[in-house]
């Protein structure tokens, strides 16, 4: 019998109206590491 695998890759994009920087430097970091442990 056969066997198949699939890898599927998936990217998030997130932007707001009018691509304003509304994120603050001293946050990106630590939000950057919050959405990688809910997507993960």
Do not use: P
């Not at 066997?3 to 990106?28: A, D, H, P």
């Amino acid at each position: 019998m056969a066997n198949t695998y699939t890898q599927l890759y998936t990217q998030f994009v997130f932007s707001v109206k009018g691509r304003e920087n509304l994120i603050k430097e001293r946050f990106r970091d630590e939000l950057e590491k919050v959405i990688c442990g809910i997507v993960t």
